[in-house]
């Protein structure tokens, strides 16, 4: 009972924290299960406590001060490989004097005694095709390869050392190894000789588009525990545990080489080759556009998600994910096409879409800054700040909202009305999200058809909104009932001469 008082007092000072880590209890599971607490002793002592957690706040480079602040309960609660931050030994102890990060691997007996390793791909999510998967986790081995003695090779059957797998809530892997749905734990992988790595099949998973999780990053991280390597304290590592955006920099810190290098050596004529943020961000692009022409009835984003969606002044609906873009008219999708080419220095996986029937044009929203086109031509002070306007960073959907004559943004559990003549936001506003009542939070997108309905997107389903009757009238998956979407379509995609 004495940790369980302990916890809940420190949980008191941060009663307001909206966080999934907000009890003693999820506290404490947490800090049993990634190395920081001994899960086979039930009764800890408050020194124990403190200790685990200012263990915790050490390596995740946090103010160390032995109590859950908000900060630490946010960290405790960011997505995460589900692997122990320590292997063989509790947390606290490899901070201690000199022995800090000697080893950055498991133990010396589990590594590959090979340096030819075959790896298989057992199935994959929902929302990539197999050769958008193929291409990632191809790509994450060689990522490991251009730094390291060892060589990969992918077999398409059979036993293989390393296999890759998607799996749903428990698959019979073990107590706590359970997926626990979106967010939280993304993945877990074990050390040689099991050679397995295992990801929730729940998660939202892209190869270059903000919203969801990248499933190479995530892949290149579990083959680094299958080839023996541990967590990495340093905060910029691929084998740090918590999940991090690709940035344009190197993948691989010197931490993460320097581990693999001592367990399979360096490369042939030590030529290391590392890969940067920013160019495989284009290649990926690439990729997903060559898999896009290869034949599939229908556009990628109808086997997963898409980033933005709004309709123009002709009536063509415009589909965004990544780097690129669809017009859909009649049901009639065309081919991908790439974002700067219709839309010149705009920036790459927009977040928010929404045309402007009032002047005639179309605005974008990603992170911090909104972009004004009026046909393909970027608008005097564009791009602006958010802030400048009184608006959220990061909007979830934008789209404009007839009955007021502005335009509406939702971010999190609010909306925002923008006047769209003077750019500012409305008095009053932001108010809460539940006056569109049923509507979820983290929608994807939001667009006005020509009869007045408005439809509401997030992941594969949809909300109709009658805004004369203010409320949902219709709700289903959007590729199996809105053939205007461009996903009901049964001959080949539209060719068009820009790809």
Known sequence: MEVFVLLSALLCVQSSVSSP??????????????????????????????????????????????????????KMSSPRCGVQDARGQRVSRVF?????????????????????????????????????????????????????????????????????????????????????GPGGTLAHAFFPFRGEAHFDMSERWTLNGLKG???????????????????????????????????????LSWDDITAVQQLYGKPPGD????????????????????????????????????????MDEDGTVLVFQGSRFWTVSNGSVSAPLPLQMRWPQLSLAIEAAAFSPLDSKLYFFKGRRIWRYSGSDLDPGFPMKSSDLGLPNHSD?????????????????????????????????????????????????????????????KEQQYWRFDPGKVRITAAGRWTERLPWIGCQTTSSLQGNDIL
């Open 96 to 180: 201690s004097g000199r022995h800090l990060r000697k080893k950055r691997f498991a133990q010396t007996e589990e590594k590959w005694h090979k340096r030819h390793l075959t790896y298989r791909i057992m199935n994959g999510p929902r929302n990539l095709s197999p050769s958008q998967v193929h291409v990632a986790v191809k790509t994450a081995f060689q990522l490991w390869s251009n730094v390291s003695g060892l060589i990969f090779q992918e077999l398409q059957q059979g036993p293989a050392d390393i296999r890759l797998a998607f799996f749903e809530g428990e698959h019979n892997d073990g107590t706590g190894n359970a997926f626990d």
């Open 271 to 310: 030529s290391v080759q590392q890969l940067a943020g920013r160019a495989l961000r284009w290649t990926m692009q690439d990729w997903q556009e060559e898999d896009s022409k290869g034949g599939s009835l229908t556009p990628p984003y109808c086997q997963g998600f898409f980033d933005a969606v709004t």
């Open 397 to 457: 959907c934008a789209f404009f909202y007839h009955p007021l004559g502005h335009m509406v943004l939702f971010r999190g559990s609010r909306y925002y009305v923008l006047n769209l003549e003077s750019l500012s936001v409305e008095p009053y506003y932001p108010r809460a999200l539940h006056d569109w009542k049923g509507l979820p939070r983290g929608l994807n997108g939001a667009l006005t058809r020509p009869d007045g309905k408005l439809y509401f997107f």
């Open 21 to 74: 880590v907000s009890t003693a209890d999820q506290a404490q599971g947490f800090l049993e299960r990634y190395g920081y607490l001994q899960k086979e002793n039930e009764s800890h002592s408050a020194a124990e406590v403190r200790s685990a957690i200012r263990a915790f706040q050490r390596w995740s480079q946090l103010p160390v001060s032995g109590g859950l602040d908000r900060v630490t309960l946010e």
């Open 213 to 251: 999780h990248n499933l190479f990053l995530v892949t290149a991280h579990e083959i680094g525990h299958t080839l023996g390597l541990v967590h990495s304290p340093v905060r910029h590592a691929l084998m740090s545990p918590y999940y991090k955006k690709m940035g344009s920099n190197t993948l």
